[in-house]
């Protein structure tokens, strides 16, 4: 299996956020991609780089608007003497009538969710290398490969079509399910199984009205944890997508016998679905050592998670999402990745 | 025409904001109360406690929801762990599908549109205190006084049925010109006329679908100005609201000439719509000394605008909203309010 790696993620590294009221340290630290890096070298992993991709790719799943947006904020927002530390945004459209403002540096609350996304000189760049892996890993899985590993950061699944938050700038998950729902001349299904700790918001918003691409995620309770507004059960799909969205809000105290039973819910949700491509959002921030993360999960059960989704015998493309704690972030994501690969000689093609 | 004054105003006093992705020094301060009172002393006007009135009053206007959190949020978010400065959301709901969360802790994204609106642990006692300001005053004018003052803190125009912003947490000139409408007996309209710097969104969302209470409201350009995604031209009323909505951008660049012919316009609005009562939402914040203001008006302007109004003829309801200048604000306030007053004897009644 190929890791994707984009060296040059480092250059996007926000100094600092708010949240519960405090101005905090930013927790999507670049050390995160060289301890699971250097986990996977020992691994004997290959690792390549992503291949370039124009901006149209992105435009498959983002808006123009949003893309634009992204790419001048930092630039508006430092010359409207803001701080250099990067766009926080500190005004929402909340639910009433709204308008979309003009100008770049007074749009921040209109594609952020959050005050913990900060857009940085290079965050664009750093986004746009992240989406090149997801995108290079989706290309490997259409040449024929069985398994990628995108390597992602900043990680996708709370980025919806025109926003950002949760860390998250482009929905790396979406665009590579897009791009191998779209990529291979057939009608294709894609099922997209979400392991993060917390509720991908923006994965699901893409793909709500879709019944060509299934999202289905493991979560902690959105009542008590992060995105709060989304991700609750009766969150199904709309239009022809009604049916095509499956959320299993859990307990933040759950233990791995309720975690594990309701992931093969989900697993099953996907098989019935008869995808084409699995694509894995594998946040390793339900790892009890995690202080970010919600459950408390063992190390061995990434490995768990790993055999039960290559059980599943359908070509499989893993992104990488959230997960925090250094000193074993890297061990979780090889347990997961060689549990997955073990079982390659299995799938039937 | 008599001050309603809420002598506890000073116990909400919040410490920090976040704004231009800073943490700043929260700029609604109880001094500004005192500057204001000062000068009011200064020129004989009397000064009068607030009447207290019971949740239902409130309730008018707010939805039982709101107020339930407004009461117990603080309380809830330090329990969880969060900041003991205050509730700042840090999570908002974007342009999707959403619900509420539960847990009053995890819920202050959904009762606020901003990051500089914090919760402590008194402001619910004195946000009460503002609104029975108002209440009085109103209470005032239908008693047959034709001028009174509402000297609130915290201010009120930015917060909607069920969410706090913009330095407000219920909305002082709504839940005036609410009761002055209810309180009469007969059929009555009552007028909002805005001349605070900022688009008083919160006012304009609460009677956008009606035809009893008219805003309008002149300010500056919400395409660079506080709150962005409100107080545009075309935002016009719905329902049987429909044109019974008016606002009037304005470059914060418009000399005293373009905003007193914008005032003009307004005005000539709210007089065509015949109103029993009119509500002013006064904000010094137009004055060229306000650093948070939009404008740049003479001191000498505020005197100009009060003086149109009291050429309108109608009784007449003063509610403070912002003003940020300590050395000018009380001399704003005063020159405004003595001029209106001067015109007392022409009111036909």
């Known amino acids: 299996m190929k890791v994707i790696h984009n060296e040059a993620h480092g250059r996007h590294d926000p100094s600092h956020q708010f949240a519960g009221g405090r101005q905090s340290k930013h927790a999507d630290a670049p050390a995160r991609i060289e301890k699971i890096l250097s986990a996977l070298r020992e691994a004997d992993l290959e690792v390549i780089p992503p291949h370039f991709y124009c901006v149209d790719a992105i435009r498959t799943v983002h808006s123009k608007d949003y893309v634009d947006y992204l790419s001048g904020a930092y630039e508006a927002w430092v010359a409207a003497g803001k701080s250099p530390a990067g766009v926080i945004p500190g005004t929402f459209p909340v639910r009433a009538i709204w308008r979309r403002p003009d100008e770049l540096s007074r749009r921040a609350g209109w594609h952020c969710l959050d005050t913990e996304t900060p857009i940085t000189e290079h965050t664009f760049e750093a986004a ?56 291979s001349g057939t009608a294709c ?35 008590v944890t992060y995105p709060y507004y989304w991700g609750y059960a009766e969150e199904t799909g709309a239009g022809v997508g009604a049916g095509f969205n499956l959320n299993v809000p859990l307990s933040p105290r759950a ?22 491509f699995l694509v894995v959002s594998l946040g390793t921030d339900g790892s009890a050592d995690d202080r970010l993360g919600p459950f408390a999960l063992s190390t061995g059960a990434f490995a768990e998670m790993g055999q039960r989704i290559a059980e599943a015998g359908v070509p499989t493309l893993v992104v990488q999402e959230g997960g925090y704690h250094l000193a074993t972030l890297g061990e979780c994501v090889a347990l997961f990745l060689k549990a997955l690969q073990g079982k390659m000689g299995t799938i039937p093609y």
Do not use: M, W
């Not at 917390?198 to 893409?206: A, D, R, V």
């Not at 594990?260 to 996907?270: D, K, P, Q």
């Open 189 to 223: 299904k894609v099922a997209i199984l979400d392991v993060d700790g917390h509720h991908g918001n923006g994965t699901q918003s893409i793909f709500y009205e879709s019944s060509d691409v299934l999202y289905a995620s493991v979560h902690a309770d959105p009542n």
């Open 255 to 276: 233990d791995e016998t309720t975690y594990f039973g309701a992931l093969a819910g989900a697993l099953e949700a996907a098989q019935r679905f008869g995808p084409d």
């Open 128 to 183: 746009v290398g992240s989406a090149c892996c997801a995108l290079t890993a989706a290309d490997l899985l259409l040449a024929g490969e069985s398994r990628a590993y995108a390597l992602c950061r900043p990680p996708g699944h709370h980025a919806g079509r025109d926003h950002c938050g949760g860390y998250c700038y482009f929905n790396n998950a979406a665009l590579a399910a897009t791009r191998l729902r779209d990529g």
